[in-house]
C-alpha cells in the first residue's frame, strides 16, 4: 500500500508539471506579455499551470483575514458629528495581551480638570518586534484596532521608521470596510450599527449637542488657564491690592482648610494608630 501511493503522488506531480507547459503553449505564450492584461486569467479559479505572479508589478489580492502590523480606527474624516474621533478608549487591553510586549500607550489627560480622558494622547507599536498575531484587535472591547493588509514595510532605517505612531496607524474607518467589508459587516451586527458605541450611546441619549457643549467649555477652560500667563505684568501690579481685601471666613474653615495643617501632636497620633492597625492585622495571618 505504500509503494501504490508514493508512485500515484510521483504521477499526480508529474501531470501537473507537464500541464504547466502545456497550458503555456495552448494559451500562445502571452500568459505572461506586458501588453496583456491577463492577471485575472491567470489566477482565477479556472487557471490551470504555472502559478506565477510577476511582482512587484503584479501582486495577489490579501484575503480579508489576512494579518499583519495593527492600525487604530478612527471616525471617517467626513463624519457630521465625529470627525477623526479615536475609536481607542486607551484601556491598555491591547498592550496586555501583546505577547512580545511591543505596544506602548499614553492616556490623556483633560486640561480643565486633570481627569483622565478616554482616548490616546500618544500610541506607538514596534512593528520590529510584532508577531502579527493578532490578539491586540481580537481583545479589544470597542473593535478600535484591526490587522492592516499592508505588508511593504521594509526600509533602511529601524531606529524612527520601523516605531509607528499614533499618526502612522491612525487611519479611518472606511479603509477597513475597504479591506475586510464582511468582516466589518459582521462587527456592525454584533455591534448594532455601523457606528462606535460611544456614538450609539450618545445618539441614544440625544448627547451630539451635549458633546458639542462640553468642547466648547473645555476649550473655554483652556483659553482661561492661558489668559493669566499672558497678562502676567498686570497680575503682578494688582496683587498688593488684592492682598489688602480680607479673605473670607469659609477659605479658612471647614472644608476650606488646606492639607497637613494638624499639629505635630495631632500626625503622631495618627502614626500610631496606623502602626496598631497594621501589627493587628499581621498578628492575625500569624
Known amino acids: 500500500m505504500n509503494g501504490i501511493g508514493f508512485i500515484k503522488g510521483m504521477l499526480l506531480t508529474l501531470r501537473h508539471f507537464v500541464e504547466s507547459y502545456v497550458d503555456d503553449v495552448r494559451y500562445g505564450f502571452k500568459k505572461y506579455s506586458p501588453n496583456v492584461d491577463n492577471f485575472q486569467q491567470r489566477q482565477g479559479t479556472q487557471?490551470?499551470?504555472v502559478f506565477t505572479v510577476q511582482y512587484p508589478d503584479?501582486?495577489?489580492?490579501m484575503p480579508e483575514r489576512f494579518r499583519f502590523v495593527p492600525f487604530l480606527?478612527?471616525?471617517?474624516?467626513?463624519?457630521?458629528e465625529r470627525p477623526g474621533k479615536d475609536w481607542c478608549t486607551s484601556c491598555g487591553i491591547c498592550a496586555k495581551v501583546c505577547p512580545p510586549q511591543c505596544i506602548w500607550i499614553v492616556r490623556s489627560n483633560d486640561p480643565a480638570t486633570g481627569r483622565?480622558?478616554?482616548?490616546?494622547?500618544?500610541?506607538f507599536i514596534d512593528i520590529d518586534i510584532c508577531m502579527n498575531c493578532g490578539f491586540c484587535a481580537e481583545y479589544c472591547p470597542f473593535d478600535a484596532i484591526k490587522m492592516d493588509h499592508d505588508y511593504e514595510l521594509a526600509s533602511y532605517d529601524r531606529t524612527t521608521s520601523h516605531i509607528f505612531d499614533k499618526d502612522k496607524l491612525s487611519k479611518e474607518f472606511k479603509y477597513?470596510?475597504?479591506i475586510a467589508p464582511n468582516r466589518a459587516i459582521d462587527e456592525a451586527q454584533a455591534r448594532g450599527g455601523w457606528e462606535h458605541k460611544d456614538a450609539q450611546k450618545a445618539a441614544r441619549r440625544g448627547g451630539g449637542a451635549a458633546d458639542s457643549k462640553r468642547e466648547?467649555?473645555?476649550a473655554r477652560k483652556e483659553e482661561e488657564q492661558k489668559q493669566p500667563v499672558a497678562s502676567a505684568p498686570v497680575a503682578q501690579e494688582t496683587k498688593p491690592a488684592a492682598a489688602e481685601t480680607p479673605a473670607p471666613a469659609a477659605a479658612t474653615s471647614g472644608g476650606g482648610e488646606k492639607p497637613w495643617t494638624d499639629s505635630e501632636e495631632e500626625r503622631e497620633r495618627r502614626k500610631q494608630a496606623a502602626l496598631a492597625r497594621k501589627a493587628a492585622r499581621a498578628s492575625k495571618r500569624e
Open 216 to 218: 466648547e467649555v473645555r
Open 47 to 49: 487557471a490551470a499551470g
Open 58 to 61: 503584479e501582486k495577489v489580492a
Open 176 to 178: 477597513w470596510k475597504t
Open 73 to 80: 480606527v478612527v471616525e471617517d474624516y467626513d463624519h457630521p
Open 116 to 123: 483622565p480622558v478616554p482616548e490616546p494622547e500618544a500610541f
